[in-house]
């Protein structure tokens, strides 16, 4: 009984994080890849890989949960998940194969300073327009290979950058964060088998404590996620992604100081 409560105990922070990540992620569509790979780098002080492969592992499970929610809350615009998936694997896997063999990371202060730009354009679009104007996006196809790619390669970042950039281009604010939150669901899938045939399936095995906390925190959270993003109104939601961004980038730039 004493391991088992010192096991729920040394899980418990694990969970925190995980319920909080995903809250956010799934209602904005953004930030559980960039808040637990930030901990798991900075704190726990795991590899760049060990700890991309980690939380990309885990966000097999809530993902798939978060995705199943937004479905049902009617989230998601199908004929652009199909224009978004398959282009975001081909980044995602590019993405963890490099990560594998050579640091890619040097390049996210940069993106991260480019998501502030466009985190502060979104926050006065959302202060200025009562009614976000509403229009299909078209640049699809390079952005999800870019997102793609930058989420394995740099640890987080399918949603800020595809989720922001759309809204940019117009996108139905609900939908844009219901079909991102989605389309993650098959990119981080073919990241984690990637990065398995790349690091070893051993890796994950390695860090079981953290993943199961973060998978049942982020597992919970899910459904509520997605019931937020269909009852709160666009202008709120563009208002909430564009400080998520803001805070999230900014932070990571600052981070990243002596290297930019």
């Given at each position: 009984?004493?391991?088992?409560?010192?096991f729920?105990?040394?899980?418990?922070?694990?969970?925190?994080?995980?319920?909080?990540?995903?809250?956010?992620?799934?209602?904005?569509?953004?930030?559980?890849?960039?808040?637990?790979?930030?901990?798991?780098?900075?704190?726990?002080?795991?590899?760049?890989?060990?700890?991309?492969?980690?939380?990309?592992?885990?966000?097999?499970?809530t993902?798939?949960?978060?995705?199943?929610?937004?479905?049902?809350?009617?989230?998601?615009?199908?004929?652009?998940?199909?224009?978004?998936?398959?282009?975001?694997?081909?980044?995602?896997?590019?993405?963890?194969?490099?990560?594998?063999?050579?640091?890619?990371?040097?390049?996210?202060?940069?993106?991260?300073?480019?998501?502030?730009?466009?985190?502060?354009?979104?926050?006065?679009?959302?202060?200025?327009?009562?009614?976000?104007?509403?229009?299909?996006?078209?640049?699809?196809?390079?952005?999800?290979?870019?997102?793609?790619?930058?989420?394995?390669?740099?640890?987080?970042?399918?949603?800020?950058?595809?989720?922001?950039?759309l809204l940019?281009?117009?996108?139905?604010?609900?939908?844009?964060?219901?079909?991102?939150?989605?389309?993650?669901?098959?990119?981080?899938?073919?990241?984690?088998?990637?990065?398995?045939?790349?690091l070893?399936?051993?890796?994950?095995?390695?860090?079981?404590?953290?993943?199961?906390?973060?998978?049942?925190?982020?597992?919970?959270?899910?459904?509520?996620?997605?019931?937020?993003?269909?009852k709160?109104?666009?202008?709120?939601l563009?208002?909430?992604?564009?400080?998520?961004?803001?805070?999230?980038?900014?932070?990571?730039?600052?981070?990243?100081?002596?290297?930019?």
């Open positions: 009984m004493p391991d088992i409560t010192q729920l105990i040394a899980l418990a922070p694990f969970i925190a994080i995980g319920f909080a990540a995903q809250m956010i992620d799934g209602a904005l569509g953004m930030a559980f890849g960039v808040i637990t790979q930030t901990m798991l780098v900075s704190v726990m002080g795991l590899p760049p890989a060990v700890a991309s492969a980690s939380v990309h592992g885990v966000e097999m499970f993902t798939a949960a978060s995705g199943t929610s937004h479905i049902v809350h009617r989230n998601i615009d199908w004929g652009l998940l199909r224009r978004l998936a398959p282009f975001g694997i081909i980044g995602g896997v590019a993405g963890a194969t490099v990560l594998s063999n050579i640091d890619a990371s040097v390049a996210r202060p940069f993106v991260m300073l480019y998501l502030t730009g466009i985190g502060i354009y979104l926050l006065i679009k959302a202060v200025r327009q009562l009614t976000p104007h509403v229009a299909d996006p078209k640049f699809t196809a390079p952005l999800a290979v870019a997102g793609g790619f930058l989420d394995a390669a740099g640890g987080g970042g399918w949603g800020p950058v595809v989720t922001s950039n940019v281009q117009g996108g139905d604010t609900r939908k844009v964060i219901g079909t991102v939150n989605t389309t993650e669901f098959l990119v981080t899938s073919s990241i984690t088998i990637a990065f398995a045939l790349s070893g399936a051993e890796v994950f095995s390695q860090y079981l404590n953290i993943a199961a906390g973060l998978i049942v925190g982020g597992v919970i959270a899910a459904p509520f996620g997605a019931r937020i993003t269909a709160v109104q666009p202008r709120t563009l208002f909430a992604v564009s400080l998520v961004l803001i805070v999230t980038s900014a932070y990571n730039v600052y981070k990243a100081w002596p290297i930019i």
